[in-house]
């Protein structure tokens, strides 16, 4: 069990769905966070940076906001649904954006790839839990 | 003109919209930013934190968020006007619950009162940027 | 492998120490900082809540400062040793001050222990790293 | 008033120095990050992107201390002295650093200039408030 999954469950308020969703978000947003962070500093390190500008551009929106969704999911207590929804929907966003700009420079930089299916999972993550949140 | 201002005139990218909309949001993120923790501290101070339990929680969705939103409209490179629309929605969403949550504390505690106006003012601000890009 | 190691290795420009205390750095702040933000909204669902006042602090500027540490490690490219040095220095400082907090606690709040390991390996990686660095 | 002192003056915990000096380290710190992130997009958009990567790198990590440090800074209840000296100290570092790599700009790029300005401010306060706290 992961310490998020392990923080859900010691929590004296109950998730508002399914906890395992929720886990997963919570996860793959701090881990998409993670790794935007760090593949904005890795196209900053490349020969051909002004190639990269609008990947770093994207990068460092897409951890942003995947932290600050990753920290309002990690809250459950009076949970605002409308709050969540629409970070959420902002994070979806952000990953979609980030790891089709990621998925342009894949083939040549492996810090791309691998960003490019962190933001991909995130993505999934979010849907997934607006999903089941009924939104 | 405030740090702010000058930031988006020396910008080499030009600010998508009208640049006044642009400061008066950036400003009004930081500035709910920083209010909205310290509402939630305060909060925590006072005798009855347990009837304010709700105001710190949407206090600090509302700081993260708020935070998130003030990074991604300091960029003026290669924006996404989608990643953008979908962050100022958000923050507006915070603002609004934040605003009215402290509103119910405004009458006994002055730093709700404080915090209830800047979320006002940060909502307004992202909804007429909204308004401005034509969202 | 995890995530944050791929991105060490893929990152053009090279770790300035060895890579795995890195890795394991930069995991561990942000999972501490995600295990602060969900214990103080645990804290926060108590009944007690008066009670964990002091732990619910602890806990946010844990969160805020492992978040930035996290996010510092996370880059490569033209590292400054000083600034490094400094945040990791401030991040096991608050990790250990949520640690001891967290550990009164422990008894009583499930949560409490969970963040209490988190906060303690957290502050044991920063101080690793800080002696690879040779700091 | 700003509203950073009318959150200060409105919390029932007192700041534990005087309260100008927490006032303008707090505004200093929330512009430093403002100007900091705005800067490194700023930089970013030059046509000689490849000559500013040191300084984008030094805006990152200097944004992302600030907003920790202002946070940390906007609680006044229950506050750690280690904990806060250490991240002041941080700080004061980071913005030595970034208005160091700035001033090396200021001639040729306005908004380095602006972001040297707001980071010598920043380094300056967060001395203030260490002497102040008799650190």
Request: aromatic share 2%; with cysteine.
């Amino acid at each position: 069990m992961t310490h998020a999954q392990r923080m859900i469950e010691t929590n004296p308020s109950s998730a508002p769905v399914d906890a395992l969703a929720f886990a997963e978000c919570i996860e793959a947003c701090f881990d998409c966070a993670q790794a935007c962070t760090a593949c904005a500093d890795a196209c900053l390190g490349e020969q051909e940076v002004s190639d990269l500008v609008k990947c770093i551009r994207d990068d460092l929106d897409c951890a942003d906001i995947c932290a600050a969704a990753g920290n309002v999911l990690s809250r459950q207590t009076h949970p605002s649904q409308e709050v969540t929804r629409k970070i959420l929907e902002a994070c979806a966003a952000s990953c979609r954006q980030c790891g089709d700009t990621c998925a342009e420079h894949a083939d040549h930089h492996e810090h791309c790839r691998v960003c490019m299916e962190v933001c991909r999972r995130c993505e999934s993550a979010c849907n997934n839990l607006l999903s089941a949140m009924g939104a």
